[in-house]
Each structure stands twice: as structure tokens, then as C-alpha cells.
């Protein structure tokens, strides 16, 4: 007895010392990174963060299989806990159990289906990488690039645990060491006394998956039985001690830092809109102002947390549009380089010795950092909350801002900005254009919003400028007049939200923008405002109040169907075909905005609506954001030819949307097909179509 005390005690605490000195380590480190706003709104959403996203698992589970096996694999985990008090508890004492429940045969039951359950569990990893071990040097797996010999490592390491437990366990039933009782009869379990000794103290019969292995071990006796009770119990003791070690040391560090992790992840989502964190304020510069992330040093403790939290499950890289059309950006490489970066850096960032490595291109090839459409399919596949998108735009602050270091086609979209504001670089006077194609007058308001007026209609750059974009705009104008929607318009007022200069990198050029913006909003009185283009949504909704705009603001899919449900606006019989709709990125997932689209299209009779595979959160990108739309691609297949060809695949006469920006992109890539026939109309023009 005293030997296996002492045995189990060493193993506990060398490992307990091992493990211990790497968590303190790691905790250093990433408490060594800079502040981080907006990372706590209570306890609530953090408790409701945990509930869904780590115990519900809500994103694994959207990949059915193995995304049922880690749920098993997780909470089994949690459920055995128990079982490592046990272990513990009968170190000391053989007849221990845990007080109040540990006699009940249910828990018995539980431990024993969860034990079960994990196993077969890793019997589903263990097939699934072994499918899809010739793919992984492709980089079409989701694992490409990920460390594999540690996935081994873990899966035979789990496996150990579960069966040493179940044979410690069996091993006690044989000695009458088990401590649980049938919950409703008191039955005795398996086998009956082994000879020379009373009958069994417990009933093992709930236990179903130890007592299995109990009937094995039995012929053995008891003296064998309780050598083997004592040789299991260690066995499994510095297993899950072994375990603790090299999950310290390895990508299964999630285990402990993803619960860490989602309660201080952005709520109510991660997307929307980006942190204009203290240093970015250009109110307070100085001279030792860093903007972005030039270093590891420049990140803060959130995104290093993100970075220690990585399972390299490769889900962000199967979604990433730059990735699955051949660029050499995946969101998961990026996240595990900038792990490297921050591992290799602990000299620097705990004691300040030696100067840490920049990060692009050293780290970061500029080829990865200017691939990012911030379409944000990354963030919304992270099972563990990471943001990869921030960490991202960081990089790009840093090399605007400090380097001057830019795609030279960015530079001309930013000089257009500044000089014109719009991206094109075509002047205000051009902005009221497009009311030459109604029949009916829109207010332009110079010095305040006429009483009469419901919604200041903010048109956005392409909107008033692009040829094509201006159809969606036109129509969008005739639906609201013909519901009876009294709105106007700032015409030569207003300019660009800063929504691509943001993305690109530009804080500065965005908020000089979006406080002009803001004045002129404000001087108005602008308190309603509908806009047609997502990312101009997006920017007044949720990045124009940290900079002292707050208005209610609606994207026109939201209004007409509000106007369609209420009856307002009904569409007519004079459309008939087949509509695919595609999800624009800032509309769908980073503002939850699935349903409203479809619902004006529902509403059309004529309109049979058809899905793409990849559609609502998992929608595919245009190529068109984060300011992507300014420069070229050259590197892979277009994003924008990608998604044509699913929307062509699903035979749909029509590609629907509802921004101007995926219009344009997808009405080039569907003439670029040769695909005349199908027509790309935002959800406004359909309608319209409708209507005759
Ligand atoms: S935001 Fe989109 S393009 Fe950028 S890394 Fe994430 S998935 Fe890829
Ligand atoms: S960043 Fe998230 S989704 Fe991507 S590999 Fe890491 S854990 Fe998986």
C-alpha cells in the first residue's frame, strides 16, 4: 500500500511540476501582450459563450462526424473526471468513493458509457486520418500543414487512459473494491465472491464496460487480481499525468485554453467590426506609437491567447477562399506561424532580451497578409473562437502605417480616397448621377433632413458610381417610392465610409473619413439610415459609434422585407425562374443577416429559390472584400469565377445578391464564362422584375 502511495505521489508531482512550469510560462507570455479592448461584457455572455460554444460545441458539431466524435471525446473527458477523484481516492484507500454520489450505481453507468463512448470515438479519428492520410500532403485536406505525429500521440495516449480505467476498475470488482452498488436493487454484479473470500460488496451491473472486462480478468484470482488492481490504478494515474505533460507541450493545449479563450472571445460575434484599439487613436500619437502588429510584441494578450489556442483542425483553411483557390494564404498557417513566432520570441517578451523577428516578411509572406478578402469564413469555422481577421488587419496596419509598404494598386485606390473620396477617384459631382433614371424626385440634402423624410439613404461609392452597381441602386430607390418609403439622399455630401482603407490597413485614412462622415451625419440629423451596400452597413452600424455616430441603421434587405412582410410592397407575377442567392460576407456572417434576402425573394411567386452547397454561414466569398476588390489577383484561380461556377452549377437563371460589390464580381464572372443567359440582379431588381 505504502509503495503505490509513494509511486503515485512521484508521478504526480514530477509531472504536476512539469506541466505546472510550462502553464506559469505560457501564462507569462501571453499576460506580456498588449492591452486588448472590448474583452470582457460580464458574466453572462461569457457563461452563455461557454455553455454553447464549448460544452454545446455548436461549430464542431457542424461537421457531423468528427464533430459527434470530439463532442463524446470532450465531454467524456469531463465526465471521467470523476474517475481521476477516484483514482486518487483508492491511491489512499481501496474501499474509498466519493462522498454522496460515488456508491450510486448511475454515475457508475455514466463513467462507464462516456469511457465507451471515447473509445469509440478515437476509433472514428483514428479512421478518418487514416482515409485521409494520402490526401494530407495535398493542401485540398484540411490538415495540410498541421503537426500529425502529435495527433497519433494523442489519440494512443487517450486511448491508454480509457483502458487503464476500465481495467483498474475491472480488476477492483474483482477484488470487491468497487465501490458502486446497483441504484434500484442493490443486485450483486458480476460473478459472485472469488474463492476464499465474502461476497462482493458492490453490484457492478451498471458498470456494463468494466464488468466485461471484470469476466475477463476473473479466472485470474483474486492475489493476481489484486496485484493487477494495484498496477492499473498507477498505470492510469501516470498516464493521465503523462497526458497533462504533453498536452502542456503540444496543440492540445486547447483542452485547457479554448474555455479560456471563448469566454474572452468578442460577443456578440467576432466579426462586424474591428477594434480601433488605443494605439490606433490619433488623438494620443507620440512619437513611440506603434500602429498594428510590426513584431510579436505589438499583438495583444487576446490574439497571443488565440494563437496559444490553436488545434490546427484545419477548418478555417477549408473555407478560406484565398486558400481553397490556390493562394498561399490559410488562416491556420498564419495562426500557427505567428505560435512559432511567439514561442521562438519568449526570451524577448518575458525578460526583453534580443529584439523579436518581424513579422512580414519574415514571418509572414506579404503574398499571405494581402491575399485576405476579411470575408471572415476563418473566424466562424474556429471552433475555439479564434479571430483571425484582427490579427490580420493588424499586420496590415503595421505595414501601411509604419513601413508605407502596400500593394502599389491599394496605393491608387487610397489617393483616390483622399483626394475624391470614393475609390474610383470620380468626385462627388458624379454622386447624384443615378436619379436621372427615376420618374420621381429624391431629396438631396444639404443642411438638414426634411421633416418628412423616414430614412436617409446612404447609396455608398459604387452604388452612385458604378455603372452596374447603380441598377441595384435604382431599383432599391422605385421599391421604396413604390412602398410609400419616404427617404433621401446626402448626393455630393457624402463620401466613403473608410471601409476599404480600413481593410486594407489605413486606420488613419479610415477615421479622418468616417469622423467627416460622422459630422455630416450628425449636422443633418440623421437618425434613420438604409443602406444597399454591406460594407458601408456595417461601417456606420457598427464601426461609426466608437466614433461618436449612432444611428439606426438597416440594409435594404432588411427594409423590403419588412415593407414585403407588411404588405407595403407586394412584388408581382410578371417574374418566372430559378434564383440562386449569394450571401455577401458583411451582410451574412458578420452581421447575421441570412433570412431577410430570402424572404423578399420567397415573396415573389414566380421565384423558385435554389441554394449553392456553400450558402448562409458557410456562404463562399466574391473576392471582393477587404479591399481585394483594388487590386489584382494573380496568384490561383479568381474567387469570383470559384463561386460563379457553383452558383452556374445549380442551374439557376438568376445569381441574386445583395450588395453591389458581389454583383459586380459575379456579373464579371459570369460573362467571363460566357454564360449570357443568366442574369445577376440584387434581390431589389428581382422584385422589381416582378412587377413588370
Ligand atoms: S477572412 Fe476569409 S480570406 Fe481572410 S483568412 Fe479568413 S477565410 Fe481566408
Ligand atoms: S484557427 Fe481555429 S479553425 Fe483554424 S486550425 Fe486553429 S483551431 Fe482550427
Known sequence: MAARIIIGLLITVICGAIAGRRFYWLSRLIRSGQAAPRRWNGFAPAAEAEVVEVAGQRKLLRWSVPGTAHFFTMWGFTVLLLTIIEAYGALFNRNFHIPLIGTNGIVAFIEDFFSVAVLVSLVVFTVIRIRQAPARKDRSSRFYGSHLGAAWLTLALISLVIITLLLYRAAQINTGHFPFSHPFTGWVGYGGPLPGHGPLPVASSWAFASKVVASWLHPLGYGVNSTLEAVFLLANIAVIMGFLVFVSYSKHLHIFMAPVNVAFSRRPRALGALDKTPDMDMEHVTEDTVFGAGSVRDFTWKQMLDFATCTECGRCQSVCPAWTTGK?????????????????????????????ERLVPTVIDPDVLWSCTTCGSCVEQCPVDIEHVDAIIDMRRYEVLMESRFPSEAGLMLRNMENQGDPWGLGSSKRTDWLAALDFEVPVVAESIPEDVEYLYWVGCAGALDERARKQVESTAR???????????????????????????????????AKANVATLNGVGAKKIVASCPHCFNTIKNEYPSLGGDYEVVHHSELMGHLVASGRLVPGI??????????????GRHNRIFDEPRNVLSAVPGVTQIEMERHRE???CCGA?????????????RINMDRTEEALGTGADVVSTACPFCMIMLDDAVKASGREDVAVLDISQVVERSLG
Open 618 to 620: 458557410r456562404g463562399f
Open 328 to 356: 498561399p494564404l490559410s488562416p491556420k498557417l498564419v495562426i500557427m506561424g505567428l505560435r512559432e513566432n511567439m514561442f521562438a520570441s519568449a526570451d524577448y517578451l518575458l525578460s526583453g532580451e534580443g529584439e523579436p
Open 574 to 587: 410578371n417574374y418566372t425562374g430559378t434564383v440562386t442567392y449569394h450571401d455577401p460576407c458583411y451582410l
Open 479 to 513: 421599391m421604396l417610392h413604390r412602398a410609400g418609403v419616404k427617404f433621401a439622399i446626402l448626393g455630393p455630401n457624402e463620401s466613403c465610409t473608410g471601409d476599404p482603407a480600413r481593410r486594407l490597413g489605413n486606420e488613419y485614412l479610415f477615421q479622418e473619413m
Open 625 to 637: 472584400g477587404g479591399a481585394r476588390m483594388w487590386m489584382e489577383e494573380t496568384i490561383g484561380k
